[in-house]
């Protein structure tokens, strides 16, 4: 249940990155402006940069202008807003620069503390070590951990296992952003609680799930993080594989958070492993080059930043397979890449063919129903049925309907992702973050993967900017007698 009004303290490391400005202090605007956050909560900025308290809350304001929808941005929400505004400067490897921020809680009469690590995860142990040197970690504490925690399996038990010695496992909020998405959540909803659903979801019924988060932007400016982590490490270990886990899962005895993990995580470790054996015949990698996207010449990968190799994939697909009862023989195709067509990102379920057609005489191909479940660039959920089309005509013609099962119910602004998770750390649920046995078998997965990629046992391809992948991704699914939805 969300707690109107509840103070806290909130301290942001990395408070003036990007991912600060643009996400988490508009989605703490709104939790204030919706009085999900009490006014005697503090908002902390702790930033290397060295900044007057004036010129920070100048700096927010015009951020939070920029980025708030300009109708709920008020002079007199701001004001009140910027009372709970603090900044520090820190450096985040420098265990002494922390005695400032021990001094700033000596006064605090906020119980709950959330530490929310904007940084890169390598700062992770040594802003927890800190934090607990200085006595800056109570029961009521919480860390929340931005992705990706770590390159491989032994990095981010490596990360887990420093911020484990001193925050304990129900304390640690490893968060992805897809899972704030209304959308995201409505799969549960959608799954559980309806009659006519529960008994298609199986092999029985569905030919094969694709998935699909594809972005018409590149690596913009931000080449030197991007190629140390690429579309494998930055995307499907961590979004498509959740979004994965939400389809393929088993009902959870209750909506309690272990339960609803629990069940991701025997998803997890069903997934058959992808190895040298079968590598080649189940995943395609690719770099993009250069194009037109948007109307606009781009450059490729490699010309963006004056470098002229790297083995490091902006498009990754694969065609998945879940080893257990329930979806035996049905394949999950996954896909995600940058600089493609459009920004996309979708889920579709494919139902299976029915079994005999009275309107084959049409000479006429029944199309597949389909469930298509679209996260963004607009968030909705269509069933596609089939119907007559109407008029007078000898022969009975169908075509295509779309049924749309979620939709906005009223005027009111949507909610940012963040917004639900944000207020979900501060109310002590972690049912949509990521437990740590969930990241393990990611990892274990996604690994034997990336180490043939490294062998080179799957040839790297490309893909001209502003279009849809390479060919072979096209090839990945059509051997199956399957199209991608486009």
Same mark, same amino acid.
């Given at each position: ?129 800190? %934090? ?252 596609? %049925? %089939? ?100």
């Amino acid at each position: 249940m969300n707690i109107l009004n509840k103070n806290c303290d909130i301290s942001i490391f990395g408070g003036h990155g990007d991912l600060s400005f643009r996400k988490l202090l508009p989605s703490l605007y709104y939790l204030f402006k919706d009085k999900y956050l009490g006014e005697k909560s503090r908002i902390l900025i702790i930033s290397r940069k060295d900044i007057s308290s004036e010129d920070n809350i100048i700096l927010i304001k015009n951020k939070l202008k920029e980025f708030v929808e300009k109708e709920y941005f008020t002079e007199e929400c701001f004001n009140k807003f910027k009372e709970m505004l603090y900044v520090i400067k820190v450096d985040f490897s420098n265990t002494n620069s922390y005695l400032v921020l021990k001094n700033f809680y000596k006064n605090s009469k906020n119980e709950d503390r959330i530490n929310y690590l904007s940084t890169s995860p390598e700062f992770f142990p040594s802003i927890c070590k800190a %934090l607990s040197e200085y006595k800056l970690i109570n029961d009521n504490s919480r860390v929340v951990l931005e992705k990706p925690i770590g390159r491989d399996l032994e990095s981010s038990q490596d990360i887990n296992k420093e911020v484990l010695k001193y925050f304990d496992e129900k304390q640690i909020f490893r968060i992805d952003h897809y899972l704030g998405k209304d959308t995201v959540q409505n799969i549960l909803a959608l799954r559980f609680s309806n009659r006519f659903i529960m008994p298609l979801w199986d092999s029985s019924n569905i030919d094969h799930v694709q998935i699909t988060v594809s972005e018409s932007v590149g690596v913009e400016g931000r080449w030197g993080y991007y190629d140390q982590y690429g579309a494998m490490r930055d995307m499907i270990q961590n979004h498509l594989m959740q979004l994965l886990c939400l389809i393929a899962m088993e009902p959870p005895c209750s909506l309690e958070a272990n339960n609803i993990r629990d069940e991701k995580v025997k998803v997890l470790r069903s997934l058959r492993t992808i190895n040298a054996r079968n590598i080649s015949e189940n995943t395609v990698r690719a770099q993009y080059k250069a194009g037109i996207s948007e109307g606009k010449s781009v450059p490729g990968y490699l010309e963006g930043e004056g470098v002229s190799q790297s083995t490091t994939e902006t498009f990754a697909a694969i065609k998945v397979d879940i080893d257990n009862w329930r979806w035996n023989g049905v394949p999950f195709y996954i896909r995600s890449g940058k600089r493609m067509q459009q920004r996309n990102s979708e889920i579709v379920v494919h139902f299976k063919e029915i079994p005999h057609s009275i309107f084959n005489d049409n000479d006429e191909h029944i199309a597949q129903n389909k469930l298509v479940i679209t996260l963004q660039p607009k968030e909705s959920i269509k069933l596609c %049925l %089939l119907g007559k089309v109407p008029g007078l005509v000898e022969n009975m013609k169908l075509q295509e309907i779309d049924l749309e099962l979620h939709s906005a119910t009223n005027t009111n602004r949507k909610n940012e992702a963040y917004e639900r998770l944000i207020l979900d750390v501060i109310n002590n649920d972690p049912t949509l973050f990521m437990r740590l046995d969930e990241v393990d078998e990611a990892w274990k997965w996604t690994d034997s993967i990336i180490q043939g990629w490294s062998d080179n046992l799957v040839p790297m391809k490309n893909y001209q900017a502003g279009t849809d992948g390479p060919t072979a991704a096209i090839q990945l699914i059509a051997k199956d007698g399957r199209s991608w939805h486009e």
